[in-house]
């Protein structure tokens, strides 16, 4: 059942894909943003579990009801919150145009999808910059849509993903300001994702490490991922980067010529567009072997 809904949600979500405006997603938007505004002073507690809890416990109740329907009803529900949940395409329409810009010789239009996915403006950035960002967005955001997902999904089912997801939405929505001064929701939501995604990164960067270079994924995670602003993202990145061999984060350039220092991931060479596609074709087989690996532990299970 685990196994295929998720073969089923992942085909669904690669013809049919929920767009970032879709209205459920906006629903959710208008609903956090009224409790933020709600709890304001104080609140972040409060506001981060109203957003969260009710819909895991909503998703529980009705995973309960229809698993003692059948199996059919079941797997229909799973499918359909998966697909809620997992977003491999929300973040692959990006990561494709900005590829296809950087082919064409079109650095403007690449620098426009960079500064428009990273939602800080990257007019600076030269041609290697913006393959190397991307790379970074893409390895993120592959974890943040797809693996942490299933991961949660394999431990507590529908409501694991459904609950996951809004973390990581809350996360993004309310502490991802690039301030230190962020409101009270705001410090809260990125510290109960740290928290939930502590194990999902991890495995993250296990399936990166299996599905590349295994011990330069390794090594840079032990030596480089503690340095990066973002404790598990920072995992997730140096194992991608040792994965592939590419080097990442290092020093951009901001507008104005102002320099944005972040932390050296990999030790490998610059980035570019081979890169770009090589990252993408390592996503690709650590999604696989995470499905084979489930696969396996199904029959098992049946045996």
């Known amino acids: 059942m685990i196994f295929l809904s998720l073969a089923l949600a992942l085909l669904i979500e690669q013809q049919w894909p929920l767009r970032g405006g879709n209205p459920v997603y906006a629903g959710f938007a208008r609903h956090v943003s009224r409790l933020a505004r709600g709890f304001s002073a104080g609140g972040g507690v409060i506001s981060w579990l109203l957003a969260v809890v009710p819909s895991m416990l909503a998703t529980m109740v009705v995973s309960w009801l229809l698993h003692r329907a ?4 079941m797997l229909v529900w799973n499918v359909g919150v ?3 949940a997992l977003g491999f395409r929300h973040f692959s329409y990006f990561y494709t145009d900005i590829a296809q810009a950087l082919q064409r010789g079109d650095l403007a239009r690449a620098r426009d999808l960079v500064g428009e996915w990273r939602g800080r403006q990257a007019a600076e950035l030269d041609e290697n910059e913006v393959a190397r960002v991307a790379i970074e967005l893409g390895l993120t955001y592959s974890h943040r849509h797809v693996f942490g997902v ?3 999904f394999l431990v507590l089912g529908p409501a694991g993903a ?13 502490g991802d300001t690039h301030d230190d001064e962020r409101p009270v929701s705001g410090q809260f939501a990125r510290r109960a994702y740290q928290i939930i995604d502590w194990i ?8 990166f490490a299996a599905a590349g270079d295994f011990m330069g994924a390794v090594e840079c995670w032990r030596d480089q991922a503690a340095d990066w602003p973002e404790p598990n993202h920072g995992v997730v990145l140096a194992a991608g980067a ?9 020093m951009l350039y901001r507008e104005n010529g102002i320099e944005e220092q972040r932390p050296l991931l ?15 074709g390592l996503i690709w087989r650590a999604l696989v072997l995470w499905m084979f690996l489930i696969l396996l532990a199904t029959i098992a299970s049946r045996l």
């Open 266 to 280: 990999g030790d490998g060479g610059e980035a570019g567009l081979d890169y770009m596609q090589a990252a993408i």
């Open 200 to 207: 999902p990164a991890r495995l993250t960067a296990l399936g």
């Open 162 to 174: 459904i609950g996951y997801r809004l973390s990581a939405l809350l996360a993004a929505r309310w």
């Open 82 to 84: 998966l697909y809620l």
């Open 150 to 152: 299933i991961a949660w």
């Open 242 to 250: 040792g994965a592939l061999g590419v080097r990442l984060g290092g």
């Open 70 to 73: 059948g199996g059919v009803f």
